[in-house]
């Protein structure tokens, strides 16, 4: 399923409303933005593997010293994903962050949300094969406490999606939500 949301948002960006994720221009509303022509498309998609193994790659080197800190924290083993996930994020958060601060709401949230699709739409998918192909098992369960904060999450991320605006409040509410997060995996 998160596979399908992915492929949907990736079609949607890239091709049946391409100029919602693009800067606002003094366009016409029923005008769309051109297709990139093909080896631009072909090159991009390359770049884009390319980059992936890059910061899988990084994210695989740092995990030892990510680990070895939070041991010596004395915080939970679960801080090492929440950390790996924070620095393989971090190039999608800084440039949604620096649209919020230019007033490109609709940029930032397309950056926040192709980039939180993508790395669920493609990580559950690629761990549960590869959990598959070499006999591992696979458990994707969440406890109480992160059921309660994931319902909680889409529900309130329902609320910002429906209106169509997002607003300060709206911002502040999710950034509340995920400190609620990072407080209860390192504190229990």
């Known amino acids: 399923m998160s596979l399908a949301l992915y ?26 933005a051109a297709q990139p022509a093909a080896g631009t498309a072909w090159a991009s998609a390359a770049l884009l593997l390319v980059s992936l193994v890059a ?5 695989k080197l740092l995990s030892p010293a990510i680990q070895s800190g939070v041991e010596a924290a004395g915080a939970p083993l679960g801080v090492v994903g929440i950390a790996i996930a924070l620095l393989v994020l971090l190039p999608e958060t800084w440039a949604a962050v620096r ?6 709401m609709q940029t930032s949230l397309n950056l926040a949300l192709g980039s939180v699709l993508a790395t669920i739409g493609l990580t559950i998918p690629t761990v549960a094969a590869v959990s598959i192909a070499i006999g591992l098992p696979l458990e994707l369960g969440l406890p109480g406490t992160e059921t309660v904060l994931l319902a909680l999450t889409l529900f309130i991320s329902a609320l910002t999606l429906a209106s169509g605006r997002a607003t300060i409040m709206q911002g502040a509410v999710h950034l509340v939500l995920f400190a609620a997060f990072l407080f209860l995996a390192v504190v229990p």
């Open 7 to 32: 492929g949907v948002f990736v079609f949607v960006q890239t091709v049946r409303h391409r100029d919602y994720f693009l800067p606002i221009e003094d366009a016409g509303e029923d005008e769309h």
């Open 55 to 59: 910061v899988v790659g990084l994210a």
């Open 99 to 104: 649209a919020a601060l230019r007033n490109r």
